[in-house]
């Protein structure tokens, strides 16, 4: 589960990381009295909060350009807030359809340090899982305000990693080391050791999948201040942190993910137009891959799990064809344990309910497989029978291309 | 022999009350293994039945197997639980523990991994369909049946496999069946981004096994094991692989379906993947469908 930046901001206060000074609105007739909270003396920075990444870049429908804006006055701010709220930020992320800016977020703007050879005074900071050893690892650049994956690329060597061992979780030595290879010293290693310790501690204790810091900044005045903050939950954690299910912001996600996953459905919304509805998720993934593999171009990711009862699978189609770019359903059902006629039953259902008339080749295979295909055949509907899952790809191709 | 476990491998079911644990406890049961002892706190004493089957309940796992003498334990306890239910598998000694298991925090099993570290229990999944290690009775009946794979699909034979996902497992089982080739071990190690047991331990383990005598190695997108087990492969394993990376038209960034199924950057595509499979000499399956025949493309059993 992802969050916005004012409120990954605000837990980070909690937890004693020192951000800028900020105050969120929704609505245009609070903004006046959030920017009299803060002290404009460096000016605000103005910013859009949407998940997606690309904000400063991006440009509204309106015309109106970037998602983050530096104001170096009150009246100004004000003027940026209310050409971005309400309206609709497409970013390099979001897609064409853009999304909503529902929330501005005000922050005092930092007077950025200069570093002796001229640069921006920014760092990166961010705290995952390493999967190489299973344990937190913290990774730190001197190279920030970029894209951490360039750094990565081109110079290595200026990225810094340290490996936290869950036992006894995080040692001062290593928030030393992280400081320290950030070339700081005086105030600002100090202030640098207490963040990276407060930044982890927020990690483990809210069951975070990942936090991210970039920029961390040095202000002229002395100050290290983490400018940008993005931040993501671990699903499988949440049920031990109602506060943090309180941050889901149900805007920011897909209308037919929330809805499939009412029915325990694992749906991804895709390019293509063969819709697929698979149980098991690595066959799900294979089911997408072999549709393109026969020049198909798969509309979805759908898991029904172990189980594809008749509800599942009415629900299914319901988002499938939810889709208008949908053209044709491939169903691929590996009945182990469940039996096969059960599904063929709920699918012969499904398809009556919701009045299908799109293609639809079903592959069964499984326990009970023989009485599920009879199902299907004595069903009078027009549902083709695929006998392995690349006889049923070349089928829904072949009848979705020639259309 | 086969690997991690045998026809006579004793097991107990830690959630053998719930339904989910049950069901796959009469499955397990109905396969003719030797499953002895159900663990379920508080319900010692108590017998779960089945088609003539009494399966004593203990209280604590330690318990279970002093009295029945398993070795092997398959988690069925849900998700909050479910970690301590491992840890108490190490506690006791066990050879393996077996986390069925979907929806564990990671931070859980950050923590139950390192505490096993260096301890003789191993840890399979979590988030995983179980192990088989078929029976040479009418459909594989007889075999040891540990988690939710469909027992009948089997034929006890000498292809390993190893996969993260289930039922992509069970697509490889079933080809090979169809295809008279028998398995010595299926094990499905799990699609969590932190596992007890990685595809090249397993890799390992059907390399020194005398009944083993080629392998299927069913990977996905996301995370490194894949490739760090390839490279061993091309190294050091003296029996022919081949090998299918699900995920090739996968989005960036997106979770498909399994937790760890998610492509972080660019070494973790399915195309990168599959390319350093055939680098190490490994036959790679075009498609699902294709993944037997790509092993008997370099082996003839």
């Not at chain 1, 829904?396 to 259309?403: D, S």
Request: hydrophobic share 40%.
């Amino acid at each position: 589960m992802n969050i916005h930046e004012y409120q990954a901001k605000t837990l980070f206060e909690k937890f004693g990381v020192a951000v800028p000074k900020g105050a969120a609105v929704q609505t245009a007739k609070e903004i006046e009295g959030a920017l009299a909270q803060l002290d404009g003396t460096n000016g605000y920075m103005v910013k859009s909060q949407i998940h997606a990444g690309g904000r400063g870049k991006g440009t509204f429908t309106n015309g109106f350009k970037g998602g983050v804006k530096f104001s170096a006055t009150k009246e100004k701010a004000l003027e940026n807030a209310q050409a971005m709220l309400g309206n609709t930020l497409v970013t390099a992320q979001t897609g064409e359809a853009g999304r909503k800016v529902q929330t501005i977020y005000f922050t005092e703007a930092a007077n950025l340090g200069k570093r002796p050879d001229g640069r921006d005074d920014e760092y990166y900071l961010a705290i995952l899982l390493d999967r190489a050893t299973s344990c937190p690892v913290i990774v730190a650049s001197t190279e920030g305000g970029m894209e951490i994956e360039h750094v990565a690329h081109h110079t290595p060597e200026k990225i810094f990693k340290v490996q936290v061992d869950p036992a006894v979780g995080l040692q001062s030595f290593q928030a030393r080391q992280i400081a320290f290879s950030l070339g700081f010293s005086g105030e600002i290693f100090k202030q640098c050791v207490t963040l990276v310790t407060k930044l982890y501690q927020f990690y483990w204790d809210k069951d975070c999948a990942m936090v991210e810091v970039n920029p961390l900044l040095v202000t002229k005045e002395g100050k290290l201040l983490a400018l940008d903050a993005k931040v993501s939950f671990d699903d499988n954690a949440l049920f031990r942190h109602p506060d943090v299910v309180a941050l889901r912001d149900l805007n920011e996600e897909d209308a037919k993910e929330i809805e499939a996953s009412k029915f325990g459905l694992s749906y991804i919304a895709l390019d293509g137009n063969i819709a697929c509805l698979v149980n098991g998720a690595g066959l799900a993934m294979s089911t997408m891959d072999i549709i393109q593999h026969f020049g198909g171009s798969p509309a979805n990711f759908l898991d029904v799990g172990g189980g594809a009862t008749k509800d599942q699978v009415t629900a299914a189609f319901k988002i499938i064809l939810g889709d208008a770019n949908v053209k044709g359903i491939m169903v691929n059902i590996f009945g182990g344990i469940m039996d096969c006629n059960v599904i063929a039953l709920g699918i012969v259902e499904a398809v009556k309910e919701t009045g299908l008339k799109l293609p639809l080749v079903v592959r069964l295979e499984g326990n009970n497989v023989e009485a599920g295909k009879a199902t299907l055949a004595a069903s009078g509907l027009t549902i083709v029978s695929g006998d392995s899952m690349a006889d049923a790809a070349q089928k829904i191709v072949k009848l979705v291309n020639n259309k | 022999m086969s690997i991690l476990v045998h026809e006579t491998t004793r097991l107990m079911v830690q959630g053998i009350t719930g339904d989910f644990g049950a069901r796959h406890a009469r499955l397990s049961l109905d396969y003719g293994t030797q499953l002895v002892a159900g663990v379920t706190p508080g319900k010692g004493g108590q017998v779960f039945e089945h088609n003539g089957f009494k399966v004593p309940i203990f209280n604590t796992v330690a318990e279970a197997a002093k009295q029945t003498g398993a070795t092997v334990s398959a988690i069925f306890v849900p998700p909050p639980f479910a970690a301590d239910a491992i840890l108490e598998c190490y506690d006791a000694d066990l050879d393996l523990a077996v986390a069925i298991t979907e929806g564990i925090p990671v931070r859980d099993m950050v923590r139950a991994k390192r505490a096993m570290a260096g301890r003789r229990t191993r840890l399979i999944g979590p988030n995983c369909p179980g192990l088989v290690t078929p029976g040479r009775g009418d459909k594989s009946h007889g075999g040891c049946r540990i988690g939710i794979a469909p027992g009948y699909i089997h034929r006890r034979g000498n292809v390993g496999v190893v996969s993260r996902s289930g039922t992509l497992t069970y697509e490889a089982v079933w080809q090979l069946t169809c295809r008279g080739k028998g398995q010595s071990t299926c094990v499905g190690i799990g699609g969590d981004p932190v596992n007890g047991t990685s595809h090249l331990d397993v890799i390992k383990l059907f390399n020194d096994d005398p009944e083993t005598d080629a392998i299927i190695m069913i990977g996905e997108i996301g995370g490194n094991a894949e490739v760090e087990a390839a490279r061993w492969i091309k190294a050091h394993c003296k029996k022919p692989v081949a090998g299918f990376i699900a995920g090739a038209t996968a989005p960036a960034g997106r979770r498909m379906g399994h937790a760890g199924a998610v492509i972080g950057g660019a070494e973790d595509t399915a195309a990168a993947k599959i390319k350093i499979f055939e680098e190490c000499g490994i036959s790679v399956a075009a498609t699902p469908s294709d993944m037997a025949d790509a092993l008997l493309r370099i082996w003839k059993g």
